[in-house]
């Protein structure tokens, strides 16, 4: 797979944490590419430097994406 | 502006922590669209406030006995969007439910118009509604 795109749409802020909206594009193996939105989360210590991240993803849109959905059962 | 984006979704909180559909149906447009990502029964998009209301929210209260609970953990407003970010737990036929979610909601016009939530496990959340 490979990133064909990315693009940072928002940033929304509070005291401690900053939520990134994203939307990435990534071409598949077999030559389709899946486009979908995705927020990253981000957790600020005492010297303002990030000490904790998580993505929020739809990850059942991607296991379709990458024709994974057999193996889940 | 982005006071005013808070503020509606305090009161959407609100709304429906208290059970007031009035004051929830208030703080959408008239074509509001609420996705659900996943595999699950749930999963879609819900258009208007009616189907939101009677098919969603209805659905997962009638699933969950009642149990299903949100807490808001932060508010992250801006000048059109508005990210949640909440626990979201219930149980439903011996299965337990408790996951972070980042519900991200796009206003136009001082009223929410479109809603996607993004799961912290999604993979738990299709398991649960499954």
């Given at each position: 797979m490979q990133?064909?795109?990315?693009q940072v749409l928002d940033m929304l802020a509070s005291d401690?944490?900053?939520v990134v909206e994203v939307q990435i594009s990534i071409a598949m193996p077999g030559g389709s590419s899946v486009t979908d939105e995705e927020l990253h989360l981000y957790w600020l210590n005492d010297e303002g430097k990030i000490n904790r991240m998580r993505h929020y993803v739809d990850t059942a849109k991607q296991i379709t994406a990458y024709g994974l959905e057999s193996d889940l059962g | 502006m982005s006071v005013d984006a808070g503020l509606v979704v305090r009161r959407l909180y609100a709304?429906?922590?208290a059970g007031d559909n009035d004051a929830a149906r208030d703080c959408f447009t008239e074509d509001v669209v609420w996705h659900l990502?996943?595999?699950s029964p749930l999963a879609g998009d819900y258009v208007g406030f009616d189907r939101i209301a009677t098919e969603f929210?209805?659905?997962i209260r009638e699933l969950t006995s009642g149990t299903f609970k949100v807490e808001?953990?932060?508010i992250f407003p801006g000048d059109h969007r508005v990210v949640v970010l909440q626990r979201t737990s219930g149980e439903r036929g011996g299965r337990k439910l408790d996951i972070l979610v980042c519900q991200l909601m796009t206003l136009r016009d001082g009223r929410i118009a479109r809603v996607r939530g993004f799961q912290a496990?999604?993979?738990a959340l299709d398991a649960f509604w499954a």
């Open positions: 990133i064909q795109d990315f401690r944490q900053v | 709304a429906f922590q990502p996943g595999r929210f209805g659905r808001v953990l932060e496990d999604q993979y």
